[in-house]
């Protein structure tokens, strides 16, 4: 891989350098944020809680894609909601592995299976409020409104609910496919969503991360950015009292609590979300796989041959992980 000496070629256009200044080095020595004291039993608190709750999954349509059974479900959140995914099977024969894949911030409008094994089933989430299976249901759609629902009350933030929704996605999926071991594939906002709902859920075997937000709130708040982070920070600029709020829901925090292996594809450039905070949560990772991107949330020279090896590469993790269980 190469990695350019400087940014300004590949975009000249950019409103900032979104390397914040940093180097690999320096990324790698950017600490987690402790977890504070009561997290771990606020999270196992919520996983219990959801543990009671009936995902009561449904069928609304079958279709078949790139010779797989492709079902759009509606299943139960956390909190009762009722939310839409799709949930693609094998034709035929048994599954070895269940993949819960989520996505970014601008939700999910099809399903993306490049990083499910031919021999995986597999639940696309789409977070709720966010398009276009649940746009609008459960929180409000606009993404400046979206990250901010909530963060008065660590029992409604909104990034709690979705990573809480995640436990039920799960349970949908094995309710269609059957007791599998899960693995866990997120970008940007999944990876964050991913990295807090993660150590909770013993079926879990690995994830990979790419690209992951909402790690390390202290430096994300301290930097301007073009993703979901830069409306955190104005809102904690003028509601101070909200940063106590965001210490329940920082994937970096969470992240030193996992125990299973997790690849983390951190981009050492991305102008959404601050490199410093990716590589937070790679950095506090107990069972590491990573991989170094030049850039994220961005088209650079080469960007599509490095995100093709990355995939691969992702699906050698899972495999990896698979066999060692």
Do not use: K
Not at 178 to 189: A, I, K, M, Q, R
Not at 195 to 222: C, H, K, M, N
């Amino acid at each position: 891989m190469t990695f350019p000496s400087s940014y300004d070629a590949w975009f000249p256009d950019a409103a900032f350098d979104a390397s914040y200044g940093h180097t690999l080095e320096t990324l790698r020595a950017v600490a987690p944020i402790a977890p504070p004291e009561g997290f771990a039993e606020r999270w196992m608190r919520w996983r219990d809680e959801a543990r009671q709750v009936d995902a009561a999954a449904v069928v609304l349509s079958v279709d078949t894609v790139a010779g797989r059974r492709v079902s759009v479900i509606e299943y139960s959140g956390a909190d009762g909601v009722r939310l839409r995914a799709w949930v693609v099977e094998p034709v035929s024969g048994a599954a070895r592995v269940g993949v819960v894949h989520s996505h970014g911030y601008g939700g999910r409008d099809a399903i993306d299976l490049a990083r499910v094994p031919d021999d995986a089933a597999a639940i696309f989430p789409v977070a709720r409020g966010l398009p276009t299976l649940n746009a609008g249901v459960g929180a409000p759609e606009p993404r400046d409104e979206h990250v901010l629902a909530g963060i008065d009350d660590p029992e409604r933030y909104v990034l709690g609910l979705c990573a809480r929704d995640l436990w039920l996605a799960g349970d949908a999926l094995i309710t269609s496919a059957g007791d599998l071991p899960l693995y866990y594939v997120g970008e940007s906002f999944g990876g964050g969503i991913g990295s807090l709902a993660l150590p909770w859920d013993d079926r879990y075997i690995g994830a990979t991360l790419i690209v992951p937000s909402f790690g390390q709130y202290d430096e994300r708040l301290a930097v301007p950015c073009l993703g979901s982070g830069e409306v955190v920070r104005a809102h904690v600029a003028t509601h101070p009292e909200a940063r106590e709020v965001l210490r329940w829901f920082d994937a970096s925090s969470s992240m030193t609590l996992a125990r299973v292996p997790v690849r983390v594809e951190a981009a050492l450039w991305d102008p959404y979300v601050p490199p410093q905070g990716q590589f937070a949560v790679a950095n506090a990772a107990n069972m590491l796989d990573l991989e170094v991107l030049p850039a994220g949330h961005a088209d650079y020279p080469g960007s599509d041959d490095i995100g093709a090896a990355a995939i691969r590469r992702g699906r050698a993790h899972l495999e990896r992980v698979l066999e060692a269980r």
